[in-house]
Each structure stands twice: as C-alpha cells, then as structure tokens.
C-alpha cells in the first residue's frame, strides 16, 4: 500500500459547493481500496483555523487560504511537516499548475506528479513561467488530461526535458454516481417535454449564454415541445443567466439550480433527451477533457458540442455525438436543425446514442489513477 498526499490548489468538495475540486476528490476515492490517501485543500478554508472534516467519509485537510499571507503559510507548513511525519508518503499528486502546489511541495520535498488540467497550462506572466520551469524540471512526472492540453503545455514549455517527463492520461467518471434517483428532484423535470440538459458551471468559457439564445429561438419555433435545465456550481455569470432567462421570458421554460447533489445530477441526466455544451475559449481557458461529455453519453443522451479544445478528443462527429463550429455564422441555425433531425429520426439517434454508451465504458476514476500512480511510481 502507499501513502499518497492529493494536494489541491483549488481545494475539495465541501456542504457549501459540492463542485469544487470535485475530479481530484474522485481520483483519491478511487485509490481507497489499494492506497492510504490524504487529501489537502489548499483553496477553501477562509477561516483563521486549520481543521479537517469528511465529505462523503473521507477526510478532508483544509488547510488556511494564505493569498500571498506569509504568516497563515507558515502555520501550513507547520501542519505539513506533521502530516509527512506522520504518514510519510510515497507520492504526491498535486492538482493544476499553480504556485501554492509549487510552494508547499518545495518544503515537502518529495516525489512530486503535477495533473494538468487545462488553462492551468496558459502561462503568460514571464516570471511565473520561470518558477514553473524549474518546478516542473523537477517533477517526477507530468501528466496532462488530453493531448489538446500537452500540445498547450509544450508551446509555454518547450524545453525537451518537460516534454520527457509529461504523460497523457484521459480522466474517469464515476458510473456508481448514476445508480441513485432523487425521487424528490424528479419532479422538477417535466415528464410531456423533450429535456435538453446542460452541466456546467457559471464561468465565461462555458458559454450558457449562447445555449440560452439557442433554446430561444428553438422554444419560438415550438414553443412547450422543449425544456432546458441548466445546472452546475456558482460562478461570476450566474446573475447574467439569470437576467438572460428573464429577458427572454423563459423562467416556466429552464431551471436553472446550482450546487446540486450528485444524486440531482445523476436524476437530470439520466432523464434528459439531450446534452449541450458548447464552450469557447476565454481570456486563454480553455476545456481540457470534458468529464461531462463521458457522463452524457453514459446515461445515454444525444450529445452536441463545440469543435473545441480537449472535447474534440472525446466527441467524435456523427459516430457518438456532433460537433459545431461556433464561428460560423449560420451556428445556431445548425444546431436547431441537427436537434431536428434527430428528434424525427429514430435510426440515427439510436446508433449515436448506442456508440456513445460504448465509448463512455472506457472511462473511470480507478483506471485513470492506477494509471497516473503506475506511470508516477516508475
């Protein structure tokens, strides 16, 4: 058994947003069975105390939220230095390219593997690329989520000694996390309605907005045949869907909820006909896998997207979904036609939907960390 310390510069899932470094914190359950594994938040503890607590029944170290305050770093290397006394561990998996993973592992000195997950490889401020330089020199391994996300990485970091240690590990979903039904949730879905679903959080490079414009103009051409849910965690567009669902007087026609429960998500997609999800890139963010997309297509959704970033991996036009070029001019004409045409064409929905369920049985969280802990163990 080794002792793994996941480290997560944007913290762990917590009562308050259940989203938040919500992928990391299903790669550390996933080694339960085989490793001892303690989990760091580095991110959400606003408070003036260190504590610990469980989510889920795993325990959760939440250390202090420093924001370049020397004094509540130190008190974190303090608590640190006790955990590695204390457990000694094998490997240390830190989440995202950020310089508090690259702070704290200096101290920790020990064999340190950076997941990259996708606009963290964006790196534009000169003196923070030098520092992540020579922090991922000296990285045991580097492992990206897609190809799209190394080819970022390396045009940031061309030095050929990264491009050696960097490894491309797609990510997991947890099958388990569709098996529950939330009875109560159930009822907030209409049952007469085709139900589009959208999971994502309220961030610009997800671009709800632009599916809420879509939704408009298809509800206009069959007004009640239709009905959008949008769902995901808080963020800094949240009152601009809001006013946008005013605006277009669509509030009996989507509901939008944030900071669900697993189970009300399982419930949203397992019920919803279609998912959408058309990111774009935004001030250099960019997706760089797509978890989603895998869940959509294993609860057996007609998946539409944007041509963009890391997605282009995992949807694979007309074979288990459909990709949209958002530059093009006549985008939302396309995709209410494409809704159209499969909603009227069983034949063709069936066999997309049949290879996407396929496709999506490759994926999980435990073959996505044996496969990160094997490679970093080497």
């Known amino acids: 058994m080794k002792k793994i310390f996941f480290i997560s510069a944007n ?17 550390a359950k996933a080694t339960n069975s085989k490793h001892l594994s303690i989990l760091i938040d580095l991110q959400t503890n606003k408070s003036n105390k260190i504590y610990s607590n469980n989510f889920e029944k795993i325990k959760i170290h939440r250390l202090l939220y420093t924001k370049y305050n020397l004094i509540r770093a130190l008190k974190n290397l303090i608590y640190l230095f006790k955990l590695k006394k204390k457990y000694n561990p094998d490997l240390l998996i830190c989440s995202f390219l950020n310089l508090k993973n690259v702070f704290y592992t ?55 000694q990264i491009k050696k240690k960097i490894r491309v590990v797609h990510n997991g979903f947890s099958k388990d996390k569709f098996k529950v039904i939330n009875k109560k949730f159930l009822y907030k879905i209409p049952k007469n309605k085709i139900i589009i679903s959208c999971i994502a959080n309220a961030v610009p490079r997800k671009n709800i907005p632009f599916l809420i414009n879509i939704f408009y103009e298809l509800d206009a051409k069959y007004p009640n045949k239709y009905f959008l849910i949008i769902a995901g965690g808080y963020g800094p567009e949240t009152k601009k869907i809001n006013n946008l669902i005013i605006e277009h007087k669509l509030t009996k026609k989507i509901l939008f909820k944030q900071n669900l429960l697993n189970s009300e998500i399982a419930t949203i997609l397992r019920f919803s006909n279609f998912f959408c999800l058309f990111s774009k890139e935004f001030n250099g963010e960019f997706e760089g896998f797509g978890i989603v997309f895998i869940e959509a297509m294993f609860t057996k959704n007609v998946v539409l997207s944007s041509n963009h970033g890391g997605i282009s991996e995992i949807v694979i036009n007309k074979k288990n979904g459909y990709k949209f ?54």
Do not use: M
């Not at 580097?142 to 061309?158: A, D, E, R, Y």
């Open 106 to 160: 200096y101290f920790l000195r020990g064999k340190t593997v950076t997941i990259i997950h996708g606009s963290d490889a964006v790196v534009i401020n000169k003196l923070k690329k030098l520092v992540y330089y020579f922090y991922l020199i000296n990285n045991h391994k580097i492992i990206t989520v897609s190809n799209f996300t190394k080819k970022v990485l390396l045009t940031h970091f061309k030095d050929i």
């Open 11 to 27: 913290g762990f899932p917590s009562t308050y947003n259940k989203n938040t470094g919500i992928f990391t914190f299903e790669q």
């Open 325 to 378: 070029n958002l530059n093009n001019k006549t985008v939302n004409k396309e995709i209410i036609k494409k809704i159209e045409f499969i909603q009227k064409n069983k034949k063709e929905r069936d066999k997309v939907i049949n290879n996407a369920y396929s496709y999506s049985l490759n994926f999980s969280w435990i073959k996505n960390i044996n496969k990160v802990i094997n490679l970093s163990l080497k």
